[in-house]
């Protein structure tokens, strides 16, 4: 293997929905004794040559044919939406779960981070939980006691240290589960979402310390996450999962930007041939509406440093008269962030168009829609065209290691001066 020391070649693993065991002890005991007792292959989930291909109400393909290499010191980000086989992946990986085909073949040892608080129990106090923690995840005795402070320190939790867990707030948990994990020493780290729990000093420390794994002490991390940020901060190289499949593996930048721009929900154009079959009334007649953004890159998804442009025409079916429009700007949550009004104009009969920009650097990440309204005298409604166009803004962020949600419904970048205006020397 080389400098590869993790080897996934053609893993597959099959559920059966709504069934536990076979339906019959014999058969359960057969199993068993065929599988760990022989090491041979489940009689009851008997493959073809095509079955990772096939599905039924039965059967549920979580891995379908996943095969990669990880070599030592990287830092591989498992990116993909729910349900797509993450969480799978990392427990056959570490030994959670049996494949139904397929090997993992692996270099040194491995510890898996894939629930923060594993073997806490809430009578015991911080410092016994230590123990017992770092115990199920593999330290020894002597392990424990040597790292006991830096543990401590770490979690920030020293006045609490020989108070029953229960009394913990879930941040103390939190914090005081991940110092544990984060002072394993194996050859292979596997993370699982620890970012998306904690407040910001937590996921900076949790982060940095597993920057500090991989570069410093040149050992290898698979980290499952959502943040994509984190991912781009962390990994050298990232894989997508898509139902059970590889869709893509590479870059860490090529890959996000690739998972990104699919996963967005993206209503970008409609527009109508003639008036009769448009969006409208006597008023007006709807022609386009488009949503251009105006891209950094030709590959880059629609971020929060996106500028944006709505664009659209329609028809104005009555003469001598003075028209405007309004774009509003919702969230899917239902909130309106902006509404913005249109300059008014004198019009007759004929097509009209319209043109607004919502600059880069303005709204916050989420999911978001548009509607238009058009009036009449700056007082009388004449049409609105709900949920015309909408779209997904994903996060950015440019030396900041925090990664949980930011405040607001916009997010503008302001002149912001900052400066050290005196120092005093001792």
């Known amino acids: 293997m080389g400098d590869v020391v993790i080897e996934v070649d053609r893993l597959s693993k099959m559920y059966r929905l709504g069934t536990i065991g076979t339906g019959s002890f014999r058969q359960d005991i057969q199993h068993w004794w065929t599988t760990s007792i022989l090491k041979k292959e489940d009689p009851f989930f008997k493959l073809g040559d095509d079955s990772p291909q096939q599905m039924n109400n039965q059967t549920l393909w979580a891995l379908q044919d996943v095969s990669f290499e990880v070599k030592r010191g990287e830092a591989l980000g498992i990116v993909g939406s729910n349900g797509s086989g993450k ?46 923690s770092g115990y199920i995840l593999g330290m020894s005795k002597s392990e424990i006691r040597s790292k006991f402070d830096q543990i401590v320190d770490f979690s920030g939790i020293e006045q609490f240290i020989d108070t029953p867990v229960k009394r913990y707030s879930s941040g103390m948990y939190v914090r005081l589960a991940f110092a544990v994990a984060a002072h394993l020493e194996p050859d292979i780290l596997i993370v699982d979402e620890v970012l998306a729990v904690g407040d910001a000093d937590f996921q900076k420390k949790c982060l940095g310390k597993m920057r500090e794994v991989t570069h410093t002490d040149g050992r290898t991390i698979l980290f499952v996450s959502h943040s994509m940020q984190a991912i781009q901060n962390l990994c050298d190289r990232a894989l997508w999962l898509e139902k059970g499949k590889m869709k893509e593996i590479g870059d860490v930048s090529r890959v996000v930007n690739k998972y990104i721009s699919g996963v967005q929900k993206h209503q970008m154009k409609q527009s109508w041939k003639t008036p009769e079959e448009a969006p409208g009334n006597e008023w007006v007649r709807i022609k386009s509406v488009e949503l251009i953004p105006h891209r950094l890159a030709h590959d880059a998804p629609l971020d929060i440093r996106t500028p944006l442009t709505v664009k659209f025409s329609f028809w104005n079916l009555t003469d001598g008269i003075v028209l405007g429009a309004g774009l509003h700007l919702f969230t899917y949550g239902g909130e309106c962030i902006f509404d913005v009004p249109s300059p008014t104009q004198p019009c007759d009969k004929g097509l009209v168009e319209g043109e607004c920009t919502i600059p880069g650097n303005f709204l916050n990440d989420g999911s978001y829609y548009i509607s238009l309204i058009f009036v009449r005298d700056t007082s009388v409604q004449l049409f609105y065209l709900e949920e015309c166009l909408s779209f997904d803004l994903e996060d950015y962020r440019e030396n900041i290691q925090w990664y949980g949600k930011w405040w607001g419904a916009v997010r503008p970048k302001l002149p912001f001066r900052f400066e050290q205006t005196e120092m005093v020397l001792q």
């Open 87 to 132: 969480s799978t992946l990392l427990k056959i990986m570490s030994k959670i779960v049996r494949p139904t085909r397929g090997s993992v073949r692996g270099i040194g040892k491995v510890s898996s981070l894939l629930e923060v608080g594993t073997g806490f129990n809430p009578e015991l106090t911080g410092r016994e939980n230590i123990y017992v």
